[in-house]
């Protein structure tokens, strides 16, 4: 249900993006929820775009803590560095960065999840009983269908129609949409298989596919920890330049600025935990992204060729 739910998602966003033009999830977000209904999804969808980046601040902490056992404020501040210099280049370079680390991360995810299948020690059953033990942010698991892909939609929507309002082919800027999210459902697949059958190692770990990987062997908890980090980076990357460019054009003299003290903000505000976090910005971001989705579709299905 998630992956059919980005490939289409993914699509109609690239094609509201590349037919506006836009610049900033701003333009879309006004146009697809008109006067009154548009500010209300601005407000929520920046508000969001940092409190994700947010999250990722945290969630470096916890990586680093986790496999090197580095305090996680200490983790948090690295990335917090890094993230902040990679804004300080220009749209492009941003774009590239993030471009060309993905592929990366895909294959070393790709590789941990489909061994930790393999070698699975327990039988369905046993893992089936387990899993129903975790907590879960709904018991229905077509709501939490929705939840995942409302979320992620509402956080990743503002990059997707920044990259694709820079792209005149719409043919291209579909098909991005259409891959991408069809990638992203099936590593999505991949990591609840692997964290299903591996139940009884992941149970209560902050970072799940991270624990996997060093049952593997050290060496490729380490290359996990990286790729994970990276993913981390691309994300933040992602939410923090989304939201800085709501407030303030990339070739502007306060953007610079913007970014140092939006960066050192976030950073701040990652010292309240990951797994807190998570549990509270991620659940209610989910509920508020249905408006985006439903409005996004009607505007699609309005005027799909039109703009």
């Not at 305090?71 to 690295?78: K, L, Q, T």
């Not at 280049?89 to 941003?94: A, G, M, Q, R, S």
């Not at 939490?144 to 990059?159: D, E, K, M, R, T």
């Amino acid at each position: 249900m998630t992956t059919a739910l980005f490939i289409f998602l993914g699509y109609t966003f690239a094609q509201l993006g590349t037919n506006l033009k836009a610049n900033s999830h701003k333009e879309v977000l006004y146009y697809i929820g008109g006067r009154f209904v548009g500010p209300v999804l601005d407000i929520v969808i920046t508000f969001f775009l940092f409190g994700v980046a947010v999250v990722m601040f945290a969630g470096a902490g916890s990586t680093f803590n986790q496999m090197f056992g580095v305090s996680p404020v200490v983790g948090s501040i690295i990335m917090a560095a890094i993230v902040i210099s990679t804004l300080l280049l220009n749209t492009n370079k941003i774009i590239g960065i993030i471009a060309t680390i993905t592929p990366y991360l895909i294959a070393v995810i790709f590789v941990i999840l489909i061994y930790s299948i393999f070698t699975m020690d327990l039988s369905l059953t046993e893992a089936d009983e387990l899993a129903r033990q975790q907590p879960s942010a709904t018991s229905n698991w077509l709501l939490s269908a929705f939840l995942y892909v409302s979320y992620n939609l509402a956080a990743g929507a503002a990059l997707l129609i920044i990259m694709t309002g820079n792209e005149k082919d719409k043919k291209v800027a579909s098909m991005g949409g259409i891959l991408g999210g069809f990638i992203l459902g099936m590593l999505i697949i991949l990591i609840h298989i692997a964290m299903f059958v591996r139940i009884d190692v992941v149970a209560g770990k902050d970072m799940p596919t991270l624990e996997l990987a060093s049952q593997i062997h050290p060496a490729v908890g380490i290359l996990t920890a990286i790729a994970l980090l990276g993913m981390i980076y691309n994300t933040a990357v992602g939410m923090l330049y989304s939201f800085t460019v709501r407030f303030t054009a990339p070739e502007s003299k306060t953007y610079r600025p913007a970014v140092i003290v939006i960066g050192s903000l976030g950073f701040i505000a990652s010292l309240i935990g990951f797994t807190t976090l998570v549990g509270s910005v991620y659940v209610v971001m989910g509920y508020l992204g249905f408006a985006l989705i439903v409005l996004a579709v009607a505007a699609w299905l309005r005027k799909p060729q039109d703009n």
